[in-house]
């Protein structure tokens, strides 16, 4: 009986003890969380990468002010809201800079490509994302995209393309991504995509470049260049790339 009593008082002992630690760690916890909302402020903000934006139309996209909690603060929503705001930015890192500094860093587009359509030009980048409206008047230098119809086009989002052109679509966006990844954009004038049988492509103020649709462009622009090397640079005219077993053909002016 006395041993069962003295087992009892053990077991109540052990059951305090065990409750005294898990209020001692929420105590401490709390002191934390308390320590870090109370004090880690927004200090400073700084913006990086950007060309086409100033910092302080980053800063205000981002929807932070000075003495926002810096600890709670919710980078995916920030880099929402700069994404929703600002078109022509593609990516965005943000980090912490304890104690009160937040960090942004932004990627962004490259120079865009124009469709006409209905008197407005839809500027889209290279990746695909339609980043401004303008009216058809205003395209100025901007390299146009034509042969094709936008599905709905509306500043923020994919380029997309009524489903009759689907097969023009995924060229499209292939190619731009290849003509940026290998610094050659900045050299087309003009994409055509009204043929339905082969792709063509102003170029260099000199060339037009004919290309198959659903081709391994990188290798086909690696080819173009391999070309124009070889040509003299008062030389234009045709050059087709439209054959499967790398031939190129250079038809002068």
Not at 53 to 72: H, S
Not at 153 to 182: F, I, K, M, R
Request: hydrophobic share 45%.
């Amino acid at each position: 009986m006395a041993r069962r009593r003295h087992s009892n008082r053990r077991h109540r002992r052990g059951s305090s003890g065990f409750l005294y630690k898990v209020l001692s760690m929420l105590v401490i916890c709390g002191a934390i969380i308390a320590a870090l909302t109370l004090f880690f402020r927004v200090g400073t903000i700084v913006v990086t990468g950007q060309e086409r934006y100033t910092e302080a139309e980053v800063i205000a996209a981002a929807g932070v002010e000075q003495d926002d909690n810096l600890f709670l603060l919710n980078k995916y929503a920030v880099a929402n809201n700069i994404l929703a705001e600002l078109p022509y930015i593609e990516e965005i890192r943000i980090n912490r800079k304890w104690p009160d500094a937040l960090l942004i860093d932004v990627k962004e587009s490259g120079e865009p490509l124009a469709v006409i359509q209905d008197g407005f030009a839809w500027l889209v980048s290279p990746s695909g994302k339609i980043v401004e409206q303008r009216s058809a008047s205003e395209v100025g230098e901007c390299p146009v995209i034509s042969g094709c119809q936008l599905l709905a086009p509306t500043v923020g989002t994919p380029l997309a393309l009524a489903t009759e052109y689907a097969t023009q679509q995924q060229s499209l966006l292939e190619l731009l991504d290849a003509l940026e990844s290998a610094g050659m954009l900045d050299q087309v004038e003009g994409i055509h995509l009204e043929d339905l049988s082969v792709l063509v492509m102003d170029y260099g103020g000199r060339f037009s470049v004919e290309m198959p649709y659903g081709a391994d462009y990188p290798r086909k622009l690696r080819a173009l260049q391999a070309v124009i090397d070889n040509l003299e640079t008062n030389q234009t005219g045709t050059i087709q790339l439209t054959w499967d077993n790398g031939e190129v053909h250079f038809i002068e002016d």
